[in-house]
């Protein structure tokens, strides 16, 4: 048990570690548009062995961050799920924690979140094995990152934002992440993401609204989404 506390005090001084000095020196990244055509294959190839010994680093540093990462998405749910960018977020980011989706964060925050992660991964390189990703490879997450980012919701659009289920939406959906735009998804579509996100609230220690919360959320982001695709 007393070395069980130990290790655990060990990873916790790490993460700590890494927090501080990216906060003291990561810079942003440079934002980038769209993902590089060439030589995607040699990018993608590079690395690909490190991810078999990372399955035990990712269990561990997930249950330790359990109160602040979500329990992660489906590969296959990804955006663009074969291409480069998302190839690069499961070869990277699954080397500490489950797979996160684009839309944790909107486009202007990413740069700041990968810095920091970045940041992470060279640190912990030489103690753990872990690999960060060379600038190209960098270059081209970032920019896979904001193309699928969350779309922040533009208030003054939505003036019905300041009655129950819009305080409602705006309570709830705020403790995670930047407040959608409700057009993100159709009306068709909403019902399931809403009940995705009750799963992470819960998995993250958040609170979930009430039956008839939920379906005030539901009622106002479906009166607002997208038209059906």
């Known amino acids: ?4 506390i130990m290790q655990i005090g060990k990873w916790a001084s790490i993460l700590a570690l890494g927090t501080a000095v990216a906060t003291c020196l990561a810079a942003p990244i440079a934002a980038s548009a769209g993902e590089l055509a060439s030589s995607e294959r040699t ?18 540093m997930q249950q330790m961050m359990g109160g602040v990462l979500p329990p992660g998405i ?20 699954m080397q500490c924690h489950n797979l996160p989706g684009p839309g944790m964060h909107t486009a ?14 060279q640190m912990m390189g030489g103690m753990m094995g872990f690999v960060a990703p060379d600038p190209v490879q960098l270059k081209i997450l970032l920019g896979y990152l904001q193309r ?14 300041d009655t129950p289920p819009g305080r ?12 959608p735009d409700p057009k993100q998804h159709t009306a068709q579509e909403w019902p399931a993401v809403v009940a995705r996100m009750h799963g992470n609230m819960a998995a993250m220690g958040k609170n ?5 919360t939920t379906d005030e959320i539901v009622e106002f982001l479906q009166r607002h989404g997208a038209a059906q695709k």
């Not at 990018?43 to 561990?60: K, P, Q, S, V, Y």
């Open 168 to 179: 409602a939406f705006s309570t709830t959906c705020m403790q995670c992440h930047a407040l």
């Open 148 to 161: 699928h980012a969350q779309k922040p919701i533009d208030a003054a659009t939505y003036p019905d934002l």
């Open 74 to 93: 489906d590969p296959a749910r990804l955006p663009e799920s074969d291409s480069s960018g998302a190839h690069l977020l499961k070869q990277f980011c």
């Open 43 to 60: 990018i993608l190839a590079d690395g690909m062995g490190m991810m078999g010994g990372m399955g035990m680093h990712r269990n561990m």
């Open 208 to 212: 979930i609204p009430d039956e008839t």
């Open 108 to 121: 202007s925050e990413w740069p700041h979140v990968l810095g920091r992660m970045n940041m992470r991964m």
């Open 1 to 4: 048990m007393g070395e069980d």
